[in-house]
């Protein structure tokens, strides 16, 4: 289910996975604009794999940002730094998205590596606005209140800034209204004390959230979705609680959004919160199942099973992952390996798709492994053995040099060319060989399958054959496999036949080997086959 596509509105979105939005501080202090930096970190996780990349906290107005350092998309000017990263992104078959937000009365402080803390006005601070006068944290400056006539614009300001992340090419828009950032502040009782219009009942606190939501969707284009991410609770007594947020939900779904984003917490700094793996998976849940609207789920989710059970068993529609990709941002392609699910590689990275290449999953009791040059006596023998007719392919190598240079390239580039002993209880008992004739179709020869006679008649080159199927489809990434038995060797063409391969035609004359011209009938199999 985690590599299943989802449709939301008319995007198709690859996977399930999501790059949860990460602010990054690394703007030119003031200016708003994303840089190489953003390119490189949103890139490099389209790369890997994510369905949907979701830019970080970005402002709608310069006063909304949480730092000095963060991105907006205020002006045009950003709005065509933007248009070059979300080009990236969907060219590496991910949807772009951004998050909108305004950070109320968070906003100000320093980058967490230069202290977090408040910005002085001389460093280029300013002074946040908010709900209520009420700050974050006591001893921090109050923030001014806005006014009742203020909020429209507060709301236009999201509406024009997801103009822009239309016009710069974006799929998708999150608003940031989670946090103790401005939309929470707004929803949750310890932080708006109004007695208008916009505070008290929650309803009235609801009220400034929800014009945002509907402003935004009056003008991101009906074929886009829109996603609210929210704090499912305070995580402190008399705060904000899921009940609310499932309310909320329902009441976003209404405004035409299509998928809420469950996180948690930021409005005090008395929250505690439990942090065990999928601890906000719930929240997702009863938001799925109670305001019946699509959901993400994010939260210390690291493993791809983990990731898998949240989706197949209805949590969350989506996953989102923070950390855990800044720590690895090919996580997707790796989960969808360990998951045995198809996820289509970079062309660029396709060479090394392919996990430590040196031991092959025993099939039965057969094992497979690179030769070494400790193996070359052996090798040496088994080939030149007046017993030993090799199944794929005739007498080709058989000198001690060009086994050993066979040994040492099959060692130095394990992708393309192999050299491989067949193990059985860790004895050797036969060999086979491999080499990619299409890099770019993904097609390797299989050759020299030799069983010593010492081990016939117990399957073991039908379980060689399988192994070696497994191996380089499964973890060299190879899409066909083929080979051609000669001399209509009876033996060999049964075999191939008993281990899967699909018998393709004959070949008269087609092949000079040992200077004359031979028959083969062709075998191949290709990646499909294998999964049936
Ligand atoms: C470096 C960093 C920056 C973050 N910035 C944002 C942000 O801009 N917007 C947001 O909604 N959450 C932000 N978060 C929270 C993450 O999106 C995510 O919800 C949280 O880290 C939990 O997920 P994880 O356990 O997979 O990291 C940030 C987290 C990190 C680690």
Redesign the pocket.
């Known amino acids: 289910m985690l590599f299943s596509p989802l449709r939301l509105r008319e995007l198709e979105l690859r996977n399930r996975i999501v790059v ?4 990054q501080y690394s703007c030119v202090a003031g200016d708003g604009v994303p840089h190489d930096w953003h390119l490189v970190h949103l890139g490099a996780r389209a790369v890997g794999g994510a369905a949907l990349v979701l830019a ?2 970005t402002a709608v107005v310069p006063e909304g940002r949480i730092s000095p350092w963060d991105t907006g998309i205020w002006t045009d000017e950003q709005a065509a730094a933007w248009e070059r990263i979300a080009s990236f992104v969907r060219g590496q078959g991910a949807a772009a998205g951004i ?1 909108l937000a305004h950070a109320g009365r968070k906003a100000s402080t320093r980058a967490p590596w230069r202290g977090r803390g408040r910005v002085a006005h001389e460093d280029g601070g300013w002074e946040p606005v908010a709900p209520s006068a009420v700050p974050f944290s006591d001893g921090d400056p109050a923030p001014r209140a806005l006014e009742a006539g203020e909020l429209p614009a507060v709301a236009s300001a999201f509406a024009a800034a997801a103009c822009r992340a239309d016009a710069a090419g974006f799929d998708v828009v999150e608003l ?1 209204m ?2 103790g950032y401005l939309a929470h502040q707004f929803l949750s009782p310890l932080s708006n004390l109004r007695t208008d219009d916009y505070g008290g009942p929650r309803e009235n606190r609801m009220r400034l959230p929800l014009q945002i939501a509907r402003t935004v969707r009056d003008v991101w284009p009906e074929r886009k979705p829109l996603l609210v ?1 929210v704090s499912a609770t305070d995580w402190v007594a008399d705060g904000w609680t899921l009940e609310d947020t499932v309310a909320f939900a329902g009441e976003l779904r209404g405004a035409g959004v299509d998928l809420v984003d469950c ?1 948690s917490g930021g409005s005090s700094p008395a929250q505690e919160i439990p942090d065990s793996p999928g601890f906000q998976v719930p929240f997702a849940a009863a938001v799925r199942r109670e305001a019946a609207v699509p959901t993400g789920a ?4 690291a493993d791809a099973s983990h990731a898998e059970a949240i989706v197949a068993g209805g949590d969350a529609d989506l996953v ?5 990709l ?1 720590r690895d941002p090919h996580w997707p392609l790796r989960a969808a390996q360990e998951l045995g699910a198809e996820a289509p590689w970079p062309k660029q990275y396709e060479r090394g798709r392919a996990r430590a290449p040196l031991r092959v999953e025993p099939t039965g009791d057969v094992e497979l492994r690179r030769a070494t040059l400790d193996d070359l006596d052996f090798l040496v023998e088994l080939y030149n053995s007046d017993d030993v007719e090799p199944f794929l392919g005739g007498h080709s190598v058989r000198g001690y040099d060009e086994l050993r240079a066979d040994v040492e390239r099959s060692q130095a580039d394990p992708h393309l060319f192999g050299r491989l002993v067949i193990e059985v209880a860790g004895a050797r008992a036969g060999a086979i060989g491999y080499r990619c004739v299409s890099e770019r179709n993904r097609i390797a020869h299989l050759e020299a399958l030799a069983v010593h006679p010492s081990h016939r008649g117990r399957r073991r080159a039908d379980a060689a054959a399988r192994a070696i199927q497994r191996y380089l489809i499964v973890e060299l990434g190879y899409h066909r496999l083929e080979f051609a038995v000669y001399r209509f060797n009876r033996r060999a063409a049964a075999h191939a036949e008993r281990s899967g391969f699909v018998r393709e035609g004959v070949k008269r004359k087609a092949y000079l080997r040992h200077g004359e011209w031979q028959d083969a009938i062709e075998y191949g199999l290709v990646a499909d086959d294998l999964e049936r």
């Open positions: 949860s939005p990460m602010c970080e906290a998050q940031h989670a946090h991410r996180s994010v939260g210390l989710i989102l992952l923070a950390r855990e800044l």
